[in-house]
């Protein structure tokens, strides 16, 4: 007869434990939070600090310039329901349709709160994206150790994701802060669901109530489901199946709040989305989907090259170099990755990388030009960081990753550093960007729009006109128009103008410069009938082209007729976004009084300086310099 199998003693159970390779696993549940972890949580808040100090002192750069230098929806308390009621660009003009596909209140209300604690400093923005990231990174920690993570490795994860260069567009661009905002709330939402399962379950109203706020940061937030219930399904004990019941029921809500999200967020924009001209469709997306995640994958290995834009473009077909073998790479990559994270904190990892990460290979939301960006990969780096660190420390131990860790820090920090004077003025952003993707005709026309500003008007025409010969870019054109004009070739400025509001009517700038070509002739009569027209194309633009209208009116000699414009449009101006609106006031006002209603003339006046009081427009501001000394003179 075949011998029994003697029965291991204890001893020998702890001597085999004691030999089993080093495991990623903590010894005692995270729940156990001791003096070591909240050291750990102030080293990584003065690493984070440290990376990106100077970033404080940048400027407003990109969008900045829209979403918070001339945005009054965040600026004017009146408007504050309207601002979280809107999409992200209704400060461009009340019309009927959205402005843009994203409504995201949450983000809204941090725009109006940084506006309220620092105006129109730059420091103080940049100060509050470096304590969200802050903020971020320690709660990437205290998930960590949550999932049962060795605090070494819990702390190599989150040193890695706190100074990776991936991040500066996130950080150091002000208007890049959704991404660390909607990474707080997630990670936040996160830990609480966990909580639930290892204590009381009031710990659900915090983690709905944070979900909700990252419904209302980014659209991205709608994918997060998956990753909760993979988070969850082994912090209780049972048999595999009913984890995964209890991992599904615990992952609904999630869903139920982001199907709520998207019912509330078709009310906002509409039932239909805006669509782009380049629309490629559904096959276009899977055509690309592969070199778009050997994009990613290599900005988070090896961030050596990064910018505001990549030269990276939409494939037509799957051609051999970029097609098949990007899908071959992507697929590689996908199962090692996979077959590596067998421990279902990794799964947890590959989840949150591609979950949050597949709403970015939409390539339809994007110009053909302008694929990817780095701040799609902020909170995604984190999940690819733990399928790759987790395994990695089964094999090599918590010790010894946390040291490579350290270790690859100091290079990668230094990038950091170095790569956050790109975002410091739009000038060195976009010719950054111009070295990456140096056939953009975006890129050109920013950088000429760049150059503009800072007076180099020569430079400026010669990017512009670069820009134009690879493609037809309305507001280059528009731009390049005001040079044409100041040269004295109206003509030709006439002629690019006319085409532009040929093809988008409700251009306000081209209206603009196009009466300032009849101006330059000295064909006031001439301004006044393209004033009218842009009038009738552009209904909530009335009060800006009607302040037009009366100008061109009154230099025609037309000074009653003008008047009469003027006074029919000053009743909605308080009702009209938009620089410039408030102007037809500090017109009515002088006409008045040249016209001898000095009554009417000063209520206007002082109408005007009542609603422009918070403005930063430099051509409205020295309107109320004159308005104040027409007010004092009288």
Request: hydrophobic share 50%; aromatic share 10%.
């Amino acid at each position: 007869m075949a011998r029994r199998p003697k029965r291991r003693t204890a001893a020998a159970k702890a001597q085999s434990a004691a030999a089993a390779p080093p495991t990623a696993l903590a010894a005692a549940p995270s729940a156990d939070w001791t003096r070591a972890d909240s050291t750990s949580v102030l080293v990584l808040a003065a690493v984070c600090a440290l990376v990106f100090a100077n970033s404080l002192g940048g400027g407003f750069v990109y969008d900045d310039h829209s979403q918070i230098e001339a945005n009054r929806l965040i600026q004017e308390n009146a408007r504050f329901g309207e601002a979280l009621t809107s999409d992200v660009w209704a400060f461009k003009g009340a019309r009927e349709d959205a402005w843009s596909n994203y409504w995201r209140p949450s983000f809204v209300l941090l725009l109006c709160l940084g506006y309220r604690l620092f105006g129109l400093a730059p420091w103080g923005w940049h100060a509050l994206n470096l304590l969200l990231h802050i903020i971020a990174t320690c709660l990437a920690f205290g998930l960590l150790r949550r999932l049962e993570l060795d605090r070494r490795l819990a702390l190599a994860i989150a040193l890695l994701f706190a100074v990776h260069p991936g991040h500066v567009e996130s950080v150091a661009w002000i208007s890049g802060s959704t991404d660390p905002l909607l990474s707080c709330f997630l990670l936040g939402s996160l830990l609480c669901v966990l909580r639930t399962q290892r204590s009381s379950a009031l710990w659900w109203a915090p983690a709905l109530i944070l979900y909700c706020f990252a419904l209302g940061s980014k659209e991205v937030s709608v994918m997060f489901a998956p990753c909760v219930a993979v988070a969850a399904f082994g912090l209780r004990p049972g048999t595999s199946k009913a984890r995964w019941r209890r991992a599904g029921l615990i992952g609904l809500p999630f869903v139920g709040l982001a199907l709520v999200y998207l019912l509330l967020r078709g009310q906002v924009l509409g039932a239909r989305e805006l669509e782009y001209a380049w629309y490629g469709g559904p096959w276009a997306v899977v055509r690309n989907a592969p070199q778009l995640f050997i994009f990613y994958l290599r900005q988070a290995l090896f961030p050596l090259w990064t910018g505001p834009t990549y030269g990276l473009r939409a494939l037509e077909d799957f051609e051999l170099l970029r097609g098949w073998l990007a899908l071959f790479g992507t697929l590689t990559v996908s199962g090692l990755v996979l077959w590596m994270a067998r421990e279902k904190v990794a799964l947890f990892g590959c989840l949150l990388f591609g979950c949050l990460l597949a709403p970015a290979f939409n390539i339809n939301a994007f110009l053909p030009e302008d694929l990817v960006h780095d701040r799609y990969l902020y909170l995604p780096l984190l999940g690819l960081l733990i399928a790759l660190l987790v395994p990695l420390a089964r094999r090599w131990g918590n010790r010894r990753v946390l040291l490579l860790a350290c270790v690859l820090c100091v290079p990668l920090g230094i990038k950091t550093v170095v790569d956050n004077q790109t975002w410091a003025s739009d000038r060195a952003l976009w010719e950054r960007g111009l070295e990456r993707n140096p056939d953009s005709a975006n890129t050109l026309a920013m950088l000429g729009d760049a150059l503009l500003k800072e007076g180099e008007k020569q430079a400026a025409r010669a990017m512009l006109d670069r820009a134009l010969a690879l493609r037809p870019l309305t507001k280059a054109t528009i731009q390049r128009a005001g040079l044409q004009l100041e040269a004295g070739e109206i003509q030709q400025a006439v002629t690019d103008l006319n085409q532009v509001i040929a093809a988008h009517p409700e251009e306000l700038s081209a209206w603009e410069r196009l009466m300032m070509c009849f101006e330059a002739t000295g064909d006031f009569e001439g301004g006044a009938r393209v004033a009218r027209a842009a009038r009738e194309a552009i209904p909530y633009r009335y009060c800006v082209l009607s302040d037009k209208l009366g100008v061109m009116l009154y230099r025609s000699g037309a000074k009653q007729e003008a008047l009469q414009v003027l006074r029919e449009a000053a009743p909605k101006v308080a009702g009209e976004l938009g620089e410039g609106a408030a102007s037809v006031l500090f017109h009515l006002g002088q006409l008045e009084l040249e016209l001898g209603d000095a009554n009417a003339g000063r209520d206007a006046l002082r109408r005007f300086l009542q609603l422009t009081e918070h403005t930063h427009h430099e051509a409205t501001v020295r309107q109320r310099d004159r308005a104040r000394s027409a007010l004092d003179g009288d």
